[in-house]
């Protein structure tokens, strides 16, 4: 069972700075891609940033300039470096991996740690 395990949320002012990290139990070469997704309560997902296994990059306009995405194979984590936080900024954010095996496209999610931006 491949584990997502999510932290470096918490609570920041309007302009500030946060690191989130994802560890993960399995080698994060092997997916084809990995995510982070944010939610409001009650709402759908929104994706934030996404990392492919070649490396690159797409993000969520919203984001574009102030957040980076990025992963370290050595250790099996990926992260998201936010800087200058908006209060719209705040939600849950999970972290999201997925990869094909047997011909079949298998999806992992984590439990989501709280950004918080207060203005």
């Known amino acids: 069972q491949v584990e997502l395990e999510e932290s470096g949320g918490g609570l920041v002012q309007a302009g500030g700075s946060l690191r989130l990290a994802c560890v993960v139990s399995?080698?994060?070469?092997?997916?084809?891609?990995m995510d982070w997704y944010r939610q409001d309560l009650g709402k759908q997902e929104d994706l934030v940033a996404r990392?492919?296994?070649?490396?690159?990059?797409e993000y969520a306009d919203s984001v574009k300039g102030r957040f980076t995405i990025s992963k370290d194979g050595a250790k099996n984590t990926m992260y998201l470096q936010m800087n200058s936080l908006k209060p719209e900024d705040t939600d849950v954010y999970f972290c999201?991996?997925?990869?094909?095996?047997?011909?079949?496209?298998?999806?992992?999610w984590g439990r989501g740690t709280q950004v918080t931006v207060s203005s």
């Open positions: 999201h991996a997925r990869r094909t095996m047997w011909q079949k496209e298998i999806e992992y």
């Open positions: 399995d080698d994060i070469l092997t997916f084809d891609a």
């Open positions: 990392i492919f296994k070649d490396g690159r990059t």
